[in-house]
């Protein structure tokens, strides 16, 4: 489905995508296959190129995408570095992707403009060589993202993931944590609706770090959880609300496309409108802003996930529509301000 650019000059910093190459790993998973390896699997090798085409980044027709984050997804690990640190290869190859978009070649597009990598927190104070070897890979290297997301039920998640429970309850994992604030790092997070409470556990436990909730606390409707979309809002909602207290953590709107959300359920790529995302997204987005403001708010795309169920026009097209009742102020906040801030890329709105 074609649509019509709404909003076509406002400035977006896109905080939350991903660039891999994952068709050597595709077939090795079993059949049939979880709907998240059913979600990119069509996009198995997306690299600069890709991203530029979604994107449009220094091309007519698109939204005003006027930079990137990069968020870690184990992509492009180097094991000639050993393990802890083979995570470095993934920033390198980054930081040429945004050498290439810092090149001017394709107008003032700043893909990549901070990358968020990965280090094994588990490691404890041994973390801090890795941070080191982070940070010396691009000037670019902003701060960190240890999934730790979760589930009794094995079939919600599928083979690729599954940290431990209770992760970041962890002793180690938060000796390692704690070496974030020691080098002005930030910390993504990723969990699922019933582990919002970790979250906050961890916040308040570090109060000066800064921490930004991925995709809306990412909502269920998959395996043993769907249908139950609007049983569980309200748990939802008070875990956002309690979160959204403590003033160290921002929170991304955005992921409700992916298969763990079903919203909508049908996928991939079935060609919905923004206007029909729009009502299916509106609840969380509107919440999620209502308790975090939008200085703590940002839109994000998380593709090429996200793809799941919605293009790349038409995801923003229905950020735009939720966001219609919002001051200019407010949609400046949460389409590029908020993430410009929490990861120090304020140049691009310059």
Not at 5 to 22: G, N, Q
Not at 123 to 129: K, R, S, T, W
Not at 320 to 345: C, M
């Amino acid at each position: 489905m074609t649509e019509a650019i709404i909003e076509p000059d406002l400035p977006i910093i896109d905080p939350h995508h991903h660039l891999w190459d994952l068709r050597p790993m595709i077939p090795a998973f079993p059949e049939p296959r979880h709907d998240f390896i059913e979600a990119i699997a069509g996009a198995a090798h997306y690299t600069f190129d890709a991203l530029q085409a979604d994107t449009k980044g220094g091309l007519e027709g698109g939204h005003n995408i006027v930079g990137t984050c990069f968020m870690e997804c184990g992509a492009f690990y180097n094991p000639a570095y050993g393990d802890a640190k083979k995570t470095v290869g993934e920033v390198e190859f980054v930081n040429g992707v945004a050498a290439q978009g810092a090149s001017g070649l394709y107008g003032d597009y700043r893909p990549c403009h901070a990358i968020i990598g990965h280090a094994d927190l588990s490691l404890g104070d041994a973390v801090g060589e890795v941070l080191e070897a982070l940070q010396a890979a691009s000037p670019r290297f902003r701060g960190i993202r240890h999934q730790g997301a979760w589930d009794a039920d094995a079939e919600v998640l599928g083979a690729p993931f599954h940290a431990p429970e209770g992760l970041y309850r962890d002793a180690r994992f938060r000796a390692g944590f704690k070496h974030l604030a020691k080098d002005g790092l930030t910390f993504d997070d990723w969990v699922l609706e019933p582990q919002i409470g970790d979250v906050t556990d961890l916040a308040k436990a570090f109060p000066d770090q800064p921490i930004i909730l991925d995709h809306c606390g990412t909502p269920l409707n998959i395996a043993s959880y769907r249908g139950k979309l609007h049983e569980n809002f309200d748990r939802w909602r008070k875990s956002i609300h309690t979160l959204a207290e403590c003033e160290n953590v921002s929170v991304k709107l955005g992921g409700l496309a992916m298969a763990f959300c079903g919203m909508p359920e049908d996928g991939p790529a079935k060609g919905h409108g923004s206007e029909h995302l729009a009502a299916l997204w509106r609840p969380y987005i509107e919440t999620c802003i209502e308790a975090f403001g939008p200085n703590r708010a940002m839109f994000e795309s998380n593709y090429p996930v996200d793809r799941w169920g919605a293009s790349y026009d038409t995801l923003w097209n229905a950020f735009k529509r939720v966001s219609q009742s919002h001051t200019d102020a407010e949609k400046q906040a949460l389409f590029a301000g908020t993430a410009a801030k929490v990861y120090g890329i304020e140049d691009l709105l310059a």
